[in-house]
């Protein structure tokens, strides 16, 4: 019965990562490159397991190691092969482990070894086949451009307080960051768990604050350990709950927190949806345009390929079906290029934030829209047709989710805020062009 009760309790956290992906299924540019990794390998799947397999039989014979060390094999490969600051994440923890004798310096030696040896095995043979260019470590030269050369700067910094008071407040549930965290730490029953947890992880964000460039997602993996140490306190306070009025309200603030986080967190859901009108023009000039030719060519410029286009999205060149159209997308940055006339000769359509930019004769056949803000609406406003009316009656219509949010937006106007709504403002980010002469002449400015 306690089986069937874990899960039951942990089946939502899947659920809810698809219903997330069903919802916005694209990435921006923050995310691309290890998307186009992952498709470039599912691609060439055969390679890529060849190189495992190979690793795999040379490493066999190694030690196995457990416990500790088996998370230090692990945090390693993740290392080198996807995300370098892990390797400051791996530091403060396996200095941690020392420092309270849970593991000895030969198995950290050893497993640090393993773990590299496993990693650099596979990320230099992988990259360097798609680089065409051996040997490369992408991850490593990523840290000396970024860190050692101060290069991330270039992208904006923040002061070294950053992580403390805006990055971490917005990752956690504020009642967990504010009242439960500091509570785990202040009952003396909870503080020995919670400092194990949090003086390695928060020592990592001490740490990672000294780089001028910041951004939430570079502490996105100590999140689930802080929530943890939140989820100490607040079963704590849970059990306790009819013992005293104070236990009695931070239970309730505790439940009250709780929906709060998730309506907030499916509604940002809802707004990264409409974050991506590249992947969106790529979706429709594709139901546009297939058939239309046999051969079609297709240029995205920037904003285009930042805001959801990979290579998932492109149409795979018809093997045996002669009849489909092939694809030819082109991602060309080069200002120089960009100027040439001669260069837009080449291309049927173009996806453009701004038109005026493409150089000759071109239609724009549709306007993309994306997220623009948010505004609140007043109750003059005419409330929307919804699923049921007023008095509970249900209409029978196409079930989709657009028509989904129109019914909340009615039930929450008429029967919670009396008329007033919270909406997203939209505007054209990216325009599909054709080439063409009969509806717009588009030449450069």
């Keep these: ?114 773990g590299l040896v496993i990693g650099l ?10 680089w ?46 504010q009242v439960f965290i500091p509570l785990a730490v202040f009952l003396p029953a909870l503080r020995s768990p919670a400092l194990e947890i949090l003086i390695p992880n928060l020592t990592y964000v001490f740490i990672y604050s000294f780089q001028p460039h910041k951004e939430w997602r570079f502490i996105i993996y100590i999140i689930p350990p802080l929530t943890a140490v939140a989820a100490l306190a607040s079963s704590w306070v849970w059990t306790r709950r009819t013992k005293s009025f104070a236990y009695r309200i931070l239970s309730l603030a505790l439940l009250a927190g709780a929906a709060a986080s998730f309506l907030a967190s499916f509604g940002m859901v809802l707004v990264s949806r409409l974050n991506y009108p590249g992947a969106q023009a790529l979706n429709y000039l594709h139901g546009l345009a297939e058939g239309e030719k046999s051969v079609i060519k297709v240029h995205m410029d920037t904003l285009t390929c930042m805001t959801g286009v990979t290579h998932f999205l492109e149409q795979r060149v018809p093997v045996n079906n002669t009849r489909r159209t092939i694809w030819i997308y082109d991602k060309t940055e080069n200002q120089t290029e960009l100027l040439n006339p001669l260069f837009w000769d080449g291309f049927d359509y173009v996806l453009a934030e ?33 699923y049921y009316d ?56």
């Design 1 to 114: 019965m306690r089986r069937l009760t874990d899960v039951l309790i942990a089946l939502p956290i899947p659920l809810l990562v698809i219903l997330y992906l069903t919802l916005a299924p694209y990435t921006k540019v923050e995310e691309s490159f290890n998307i186009q990794a992952t498709h470039d390998i599912l691609t060439y799947a055969t390679l890529a397991l060849r190189n495992l397999l190979s690793v795999s039989s040379a490493t066999a014979k190694s030690p196995k190691p457990a416990g500790y060390e088996q998370a230090l094999v692990f945090m390693t490969v993740v290392g080198v092969i996807f995300r370098s600051e892990i390797a400051l994440l791996l530091g403060t923890h396996t200095l941690w482990l020392l420092l309270r004798r849970r593991i000895s310096i030969q198995n950290t030696i050893i497993s640090g070894s393993i």
């Design 121 to 130: 095995g596979l990320t230099v043979s992988i990259d360097s086949f798609f």
């Design 132 to 177: 065409l260019h051996f040997p490369i470590w992408p991850e490593l030269t990523s840290f000396l451009y970024n860190v050692m050369e101060g290069q991330s700067s270039n992208w904006g910094t923040s002061p070294f307080y950053y992580y403390v008071t805006s990055a971490l407040p917005r990752l956690l549930n504020p009642l967990h960051y």
């Design 354 to 386: 701004r038109p005026e930019k493409v150089i000759g004769s071109w239609d724009i056949v549709r306007n993309i829209e994306g997220f623009a803000g948010l505004s609140l609406v007043s109750d003059d406003r005419p409330l929307p047709w919804s």
């Design 390 to 445: 007023l008095w509970g009656s249900f209409r029978v219509v196409e079930l989709d989710l657009h028509n989904l949010s129109l019914m909340m937006e009615r039930f929450v106007r008429v029967y919670v805020t009396r008329g007033w709504w919270v909406e997203a403002k939209m505007e054209t980010k990216i325009r599909i062009l054709k080439r063409g002469k009969e509806v717009h002449r588009l030449s450069a400015s």
